[in-house]
Structures are given as structure tokens and as C-alpha cells.
């Protein structure tokens, strides 16, 4: 399955997004356009700009690869690593997060929804000291 030079300029946008990247949201995402992640739920190019902003103010070096894409009927699915350093904890490890996207895609190409999925408690949490230790703890504890 193909994907649309629209798909593949969203995908370029993500892999290379930068804080100066955040002045062209409007070439990606419509004006009214939601989002939402594990810990964030908002709509127009604002919120979802403050949502990266957020991102760069919180993490050094962040990055997305993109590993797969499908896209069909106005809809696109993408599966990507997030690569990052937390400014607090371990700031010399590059920390990963696998996760994947949905987005639904206006006429143009933008985005009207994006919705990511990823676990928290796995790909965040558990990497976190003290929070870290007590994640791992429960996980263990609701797989018996």
C-alpha cells in the first residue's frame, strides 16, 4: 500500500521537527485539529503547538524515527521510536519510547486528528528512579 506525498511530507515534518519547525503547524495540522497522547487531550494549533513546545522545554535532543506507515481513506497509521535525554534524570543516556500514531487527514493532507499510543507505564515510568522501582514492582506483582 502506498502512501501520498501529503503522508510523506507529515512523516519528513516529525522526523525532523525542530522548535523552529512549530512556526509551520498550520502546513501540518488544520486549524481546528485535535490531539491526544497518554497526557495530553486538545484541540486548534495552539494547544497542540504548547504540547511540543512542552517537549522541548522537558527533554534534550528529541527525535522521532518513523518505522512503518499505512495510510487508506483519508486515515494513516504510523508506528515510531521516540529518542530523547531527560534533563533531570540520566541526561547522558538516550532514552527510547516505542510508539504508534493514528491520524485522520483533511482534503488537503493536514491533520484534523492525531491520536499517539504508547504505554506510560512501560516506556516512561519504569525508567524513572524511585517511580522507576515501584512501576517494576507492580508490573511484577499483576502478572502473578
Known sequence: MSTS???ARIVVFFQTMDRAALANLASIYTE???FKDPFNEVAGLAAIGAIYAHMFEQVSEPRFVIRERLQQ???AFLTWDFLFRMRRFEPEVTQVIH???H???AQDGRITAHR???DAAEELYE???VLGGLMRW???RAGK
Do not use: I
Request: no cysteine; aromatic share 8%; charged share 30%.
Open 138 to 140: 507492580l508490573k511484577a
Open 73 to 75: 481513506d483519508g486515515q
Open 116 to 118: 499517539d499510543y504508547w
Open 5 to 7: 506525498p501529503e503522508l
Open 32 to 34: 481546528d485539529a485535535a
Open 127 to 129: 525508567k524513572l528512579p
Open 99 to 101: 510508539g504508534a500514531t
Open 103 to 105: 491520524l485522520r487527514l
